[in-house]
């Protein structure tokens, strides 16, 4: 794997870690609990997270086999990422959830199985990362729902930022 990507790649695990450890004393019925009609419980916004980095991948892993036909990033995409990760940072900020993870969202009911989900979703997307030629990490193979195309650099500094996004939610839910 490019150095550029292990870096980041490591930050998301680290986080990912961190996170199940914040959840690993719940009970499901605490894990699946809403604290009022129509927010989510910390099962269901682990889930979305789950659901939007698996669709992420799937999506990159098509892209590849057409890498050669992709252009390289530039300052447009550093531009858009770095404003996008702003956003994510803003908890006043809302943003819905795309149709396609909304609807393709499983909800996974226990910490094993969100464990286990998570890791295999990781497990996908190293492979993936392992597999990219160091010459072709800058090419468009990630499309963001708002941002557009940006490179596979962008792809998991996105991953990390809608993590960072979640997490207050998920902690105001512990208490």
């Known amino acids: 794997m490019h150095p550029s990507l292990q870096r980041v ?29 129509g927010k989510w419980s910390i099962a269901e916004i682990l889930s979305h997270i789950i659901t939007a980095e698996r669709l992420s991948v799937q999506y990159i892993n098509k892209k590849l086999n057409g890498i050669d036909q992709t252009r390289n990033s530039g300052w447009w995409e550093e531009f858009k990422i770095s ?15 795309p149709k396609p993870v909304v609807d393709k969202t499983v909800i996974y009911k226990t910490t094993s199985q969100l464990e286990a989900e998570w890791t295999q979703v990781r497990k996908e997307l190293r492979d993936i990362l392992d597999g990219i030629p160091h ?5 468009l193979i990630y499309r963001h729902v708002i941002a557009g195309y940006l490179n596979t650099r962008h792809a ?3 991953f990390r930022e809608h993590l960072i996004h979640h ?6 839910l512990l208490h």
């Not at 404003?83 to 959830?97: D, E, K, M, N, V």
Request: proline share 3%.
């Open 83 to 97: 404003l996008l990760s702003i956003t994510q940072r803003f908890p006043g900020l809302r943003f819905r959830a």
């Open 135 to 139: 010459e072709k990490i800058n090419r």
């Open 156 to 158: 998991l500094i996105f």
């Open 167 to 172: 997490i207050p939610q998920i902690r105001r």
């Open 9 to 37: 790649f490591d930050e998301l695990e680290a986080q990912r870690i961190q996170t199940l450890q914040m959840i690993s004393h719940l009970t499901e019925d605490h894990l699946n609990r809403r604290r009022k009609e």
